[in-house]
């Protein structure tokens, strides 16, 4: 019978396996992701949730909140916030791509 120091062996074992192919993962997606001054930030409105994190780490205040009407008819909310870039400002330092949790911010031309 496995015991438990060698199920915990085996599990740490994985973890670190999978760490390192997500890691893999991560860095090739970074690796494609286009930035500089030549490109600029987009939102899927459909797929911003409104958490803030994009607002919270961009330090060029490029990206701002406004209010929106859910278009849910399960949910009633009176105020929905999605995000949206100011080209103008943004410098195209993907660190809003890398932050948001849906992945509803693309890099595009400018």
Same mark, same amino acid.
């Given at each position: 019978m496995? #015991?438990?120091?060698? =199920? ?5 074992s !994985?973890? $670190?396996r &999978? @760490?390192i192919?997500? *890691? ?5 997606d /970074?690796?494609?992701?286009? #930035? ?7 939102? $899927?409105?459909? /797929?911003?949730i409104?958490?803030d !994190?994009?607002?919270?780490v +961009?330090? *060029? ?5 406004y209010?929106t009407?859910?278009a849910?008819p &399960?949910?009633e909310i009176?105020?929905?916030? $999605?995000? @949206?870039?100011i @080209?103008d400002? +943004?410098? #195209?330092?993907q660190l809003?791509? =890398?932050?948001c949790?849906t992945?509803?911010i693309?890099? &595009? *031309?400018r």
């Amino acid at each position: 019978m496995t #015991g438990i120091p060698d =199920l915990e062996a085996r599990r740490a074992s !994985q973890q $670190k396996r &999978i @760490r390192i192919m997500l *890691d893999a993962m991560r860095a090739e997606d /970074q690796a494609k992701l286009k #930035g500089g001054e030549t490109a600029v930030a987009w939102v $899927k409105e459909e /797929q911003c949730i409104g958490c803030d !994190q994009c607002t919270i780490v +961009c330090d *060029d205040d490029a990206i701002e909140l406004y209010d929106t009407p859910l278009a849910s008819p &399960i949910m009633e909310i009176d105020v929905n916030r $999605k995000a @949206r870039i100011i @080209r103008d400002e +943004c410098t #195209g330092c993907q660190l809003c791509v =890398l932050a948001c949790p849906t992945d509803a911010i693309l890099m &595009i *031309d400018r």
